[in-house]
């Protein structure tokens, strides 16, 4: 399968448009060797496959198709090669991109939990919005593991689990969180045999959960905060980052320690990365360390292919 990262960054993106820290001021004045990100998105497409699947629509959608020739194939006056789309949350920086595919011919392929299309109708309206223009063929995610696949993006098997992270802010859930609010999912080659695991908002990992990373070729996990009192510390905001749902690389029982009890061939990939993260400094001390761990960060463009 052929993985594109489409954009690696968190909400907000990479810089952010009103942030002055010192990642954000540095990649604008060419102080930090840094690349600007867009936001969290990926797409992928099984073996020999010109379709495939888009996992997340992030508010930078527009901007990541035109740098990406991969996703118009062009066989048609209009055409695309997104086979459908499925969401991760129901949050800004996974959903809003859904409205920019509203000049579609037919109804959108949407592959979400039970949780997500609620806070996506009513929390903030996009499904009952786009009703008015290409509509929605909205398809139900069961976050237990059970396989299921997108018609039209062929070979690829999904598998999505729970996660322990957070809904949106508009959501009932945010402070009571049910099972789908955000998943993560194991994505297989059918061909191949080959998988990837992706949870780019990843609050807590479980013995049984560590299980199913153990399994894949290739982890993308959430890559979001490098402290869980990142925010804090540079005085832009009260909440942790575990009270966000973002298990913070660093520290005790953080992502590191898990991502090195991992079988020595699996790639380990750190996703949807904070613009306040210093792992974005090519030249910092926190990057330096990932490599000695064996962690790559992801970049927009970058192709993971297994
Ligand atoms: C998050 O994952 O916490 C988000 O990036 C928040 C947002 O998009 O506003
Ligand atoms: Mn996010
Ligand atoms: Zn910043």
Redesign the pocket.
């Known amino acids: 399968m052929r993985i594109t990262i489409l954009g690696s960054a968190?909400?907000g993106g990479f810089p952010q448009w009103n942030c002055n820290c010192r990642n954000c001021a540095g990649v604008r004045s060419g102080a930090v060797r840094a690349v600007p990100r867009t936001q969290s998105s990926i797409f992928v497409q099984g073996d020999e496959a010109t379709d495939g699947v888009l996992f997340n629509a992030s508010p930078d959608i527009l901007e990541q198709i035109r740098s990406h020739p991969v996703l118009q194939p062009a066989r048609a006056v209009r055409d695309t090669a997104i086979a459908g789309v499925v969401l991760m949350d129901g949050?800004?920086?996974h959903a809003t991109g859904l409205f920019m595919l509203r000049e579609r011919g037919t109804p959108l392929p949407l592959w979400c939990t039970d949780p997500v299309a609620e806070d996506l109708t009513e929390g903030n309206p996009v499904l009952r919005v786009l009703g008015h223009f290409c509509g929605v063929q909205r398809e139900r995610i069961v976050p237990d593991g059970t396989a299921f696949a997108v018609p039209g993006a062929p070979g690829l098997s999904l598998r999505a689990f729970a996660l322990s992270s957070?809904a949106a802010p508009y959501s009932p859930h945010r402070e009571a969180p049910v099972p789908g609010d955000n998943i993560g999912l194991l994505i297989r080659d059918e061909r191949s045999g080959r998988s990837a695991f992706y949870a780019p908002?990843l609050g807590e990992i479980t013995p049984a959960l560590f299980d199913v990373m153990a399994g894949a070729d290739a982890v993308l996990v959430d890559g979001?905060f490098w402290t869980d009192d990142e925010m804090i510390g540079l005085g832009l905001s009260r909440k942790t980052a575990r009270s966000?749902?973002?298990l913070p690389q660093s520290g005790p029982g953080a992502m590191i320690e898990w991502l090195d009890k991992l079988p020595a061939p699996t790639r380990r990939l750190l996703i949807?990365i904070n613009n306040t993260n210093p792992i974005l400094d090519e030249d910092s001390d926190e990057r330096a360390l990932l490599l000695q761990h064996r962690i790559e960060v992801c970049e927009d463009r970058m192709t993971i292919t297994l």
């Open positions: 968190a909400g949050q800004i920086d957070k908002g979001t966000i749902g973002h949807h």
